[in-house]
């Protein structure tokens, strides 16, 4: 199975492509320590708004402090919170979509319209709505984007729990005395868990898209963590004058999140051709 | 008729569908029972209701599908009072069932060892035991290499092997009736006559009874102590095989015989049955069958027949008969 896997995975340029670029932020983010070699709020008036030159690889901004490790360490912000993200909205789309597609009935009426409310509000004023209401603070923009984005979860699962729950298997399972939770867990979970890894990877990217949106409008990680939307943002008053303040978070932000749509369309070529997203 | 050799008996089962087109009886106050150890079959045509009788007997119809009436007492306790609860513990343990299509019967994602372990650890055997209780079933359905068999997924056995699993995985718990829904429909002539002396075997070595549903009646002369005949959510003949076989009474017995092909007789055109299967939502007044019957008469249209004795545990539901 495993060995299957890595065979298809390396015929699968998509993926391949992805999965170094995860790599490398993933690399990145571990080692970050390493890496920078400065701290992302070390200070040097003197050599404020310098060029990219060979101390400061991607230059520095208005206090001095060295956009290269800003960068660096942003990489765990956004890898953090993409993360935690996830797993938040994971558990609640994955529960509310088994307990769906399984039991049916107004179960699944109640969560189909809960889920579709949160589908039909743009995801950036809803997360903005619940930050504005919590207060501006890293831990709040994972609450908000994790209420804001489980429904993909809850809607993929359900669709496929529902057609799982007539297979043959699943039906012979009940006949020879499987409770609803080993039905659940033994016999659906591992079914779906192809297209809940696949969606997966595809929300993360999404999850760091919106950290930094709301980072950049000061709703998110709160000065002087180096969030690559925070970064963006002092940037944008010297845009003319030092655009590598800009540029260069913005780039690390496509490049990320481009990797993780590779990695996630490759994963899906591999895992679930037929899933739709 | 109910005597202590019963192990289920069904009373007035009926089972209606709701669509939107309205409701369909798909059986209609069926009544027999199945005696301790031995094969019943339950024949008929597709959407006759024989497949939906034995999804009522483990209480596994399911939306829009609901029972509506009747009991299937069983070990002295009505199946249909149980509760969700009570019945997972009858599920398995005393009522199995293999299914039609053993291809996607199998869970894609485990090992056949550990698929088979997780039907005999329901009956609290430590995981060990389990194991190597596992691989003796698979010896037992007669698998070639059971220790390596064991360790496959699905996806490797053919579908003959998928069904032999199927039925060790359901006889594994010693259950005392075991309802096999058309097993052997999606395999081929050869593999079919395996199972099914797979099935009387085991049959043999643990002493249940079987409740068969088929269509094929090659099969139900070969393995069948007793049949009923079913037609359009009825059940309109019961008998030990050599009285169906010998003198089936209901034209519509008569009528499935004269279109099984022979061996011995050279025919030109094998015989067909006039007309379609009746809609059940509205299902004709009268004998369900007068439409198609050739010996029909102006009574038939108006009186709804009773199953009668013809002779000792021979019954039928046809007015001609009764004379």
Same mark, same amino acid.
């Given at each position: 199975?495993? +060995? ?35 701290? *992302? ?21 208005? &206090? ?37 597609? *399984? ?76 409770? =609803? ?51 963006? &943002? ?44 | ?53 034995? &999804? ?50 199998? +869970? ?92 009387? =075997? ?28 079913? *037609? ?19 034209? &519509? ?41 050739? *010996? ?28």
């Amino acid at each position: 199975m495993i +060995n299957n896997f890595i065979k298809d995975g390396l015929k699968n340029k998509t993926f391949c492509v992805g999965f170094f670029i995860f790599f490398s932020v993933l690399f990145i983010a571990i080692f970050a320590d390493i890496i920078a070699p400065y701290t *992302y709020d070390e200070m040097e008036i003197i050599n404020k708004l310098n060029n990219p030159n060979q101390q400061h690889l991607f230059g520095t901004d208005r &206090y001095g402090r060295d956009i290269f490790s800003r960068v660096v360490y942003g990489s765990r912000i956004a890898l953090w919170v993409g993360l935690i993200v996830v797993i938040i909205e994971s558990f609640i789309g994955i529960s509310l979509g088994l307990l769906a597609g *399984y039991y049916g009935g107004i179960t699944n009426r109640i969560i189909l319209f809960i889920t579709d409310l949160t589908w039909s509000m743009p995801p950036i004023i809803l997360a903005l709505a619940i930050i504005t209401m919590l207060g501006p603070s890293l831990n709040n923009v994972v609450t908000s984007i994790a209420i804001v984005s489980w429904a993909q979860f809850t809607r993929i699962v359900r669709a496929k729990t529902q057609s799982l729950k007539n297979m043959p298997f699943v039906e012979a399972a009940r006949a020879f005395g499987e409770n =609803d939770f080993n039905i659940i867990f033994r016999y659906i979970l591992p079914n779906v868990m192809p297209s809940i890894i696949v969606i997966t990877t595809l929300a993360l990217p999404s999850a760091i898209l919106l950290t930094s949106s709301l980072g950049f409008l000061g709703l998110g990680a709160q000065p002087p963590l180096p969030d690559w939307g925070v970064i963006l &943002y002092n940037g944008i008053p010297f845009i003319r004058k030092a655009p590598w303040i800009t540029i260069f978070p913005g780039f690390a932000i496509a490049y990320t999140v481009l990797g993780f749509n590779l990695l996630g369309e490759g994963l899906r070529d591999i895992l679930d051709p037929k899933l739709k997203i | 008729m109910k005597t202590d050799k019963d192990l289920v008996s069904i009373n007035d089962l009926s089972v209606s569908f709701n669509t939107s087109a309205g409701v369909v009886s798909a059986v209609d106050r069926v009544n027999f029972s199945i005696r301790k150890k031995e094969i019943f079959a339950l024949v008929g045509e597709s959407g006759c209701g024989k497949s939906t009788t034995a &999804y009522a007997l483990m209480r596994l119809i399911s939306e829009p599908g609901e029972i509506t009436g009747g009991k299937i007492i069983f070990q002295g306790q009505d199946l249909l009072s149980l509760s969700r609860r009570e019945m997972f513990n009858i599920r398995g343990k005393k009522i199995s069932m293999i299914f039609q299509n053993p291809l996607d019967s199998l +869970n894609p994602v485990y090992r056949i060892k550990s698929q088979l372990s997780e039907a005999i650890v329901l009956d609290k055997i430590s995981k060990k035991d389990a194991w190597k209780k596992a691989v003796e079933i698979i010896k037992e359905v007669r698998i070639p290499d059971p220790e390596e068999r064991a360790n496959s997924y699905p996806f490797e056995l053919s579908g003959g092997m998928r069904q032999r699993v199927m039925i060790g995985m359901m006889i594994s718990r010693n259950p005392q009736l075991l309802i096999a829904d058309e097993p052997t429909t999606a395999l081929d002539v050869t593999i079919q006559a395996q199972i099914l002396e797979i099935i009387k =075997d085991l049959k043999e070595a643990i002493e249940t009874s079987i409740l068969l549903i088929t269509h094929d009646f090659g099969i139900v002369a070969e393995i069948a102590d007793r049949i009923a005949v079913m *037609y359009a959510g009825k059940i309109v003949e019961i008998g030990e095989v050599f009285q169906i076989f010998e003198k089936p009474c209901h034209p &519509y017995t008569q009528l499935l015989m004269g279109s099984l092909p022979r061996m011995n007789k050279k025919e030109g055109r094998l015989k067909t049955i006039f007309g379609n299967v009746p809609n059940l939502i509205n299902p004709p007044i009268g004998c369900r069958f007068h439409e198609r019957c050739p *010996y029909s008469k102006k009574e038939c249209q108006e009186i709804e027949p009773k199953m009668e004795e013809v002779e000792k545990g021979h019954l039928c539901a046809c007015i001609l008969t009764r004379k």
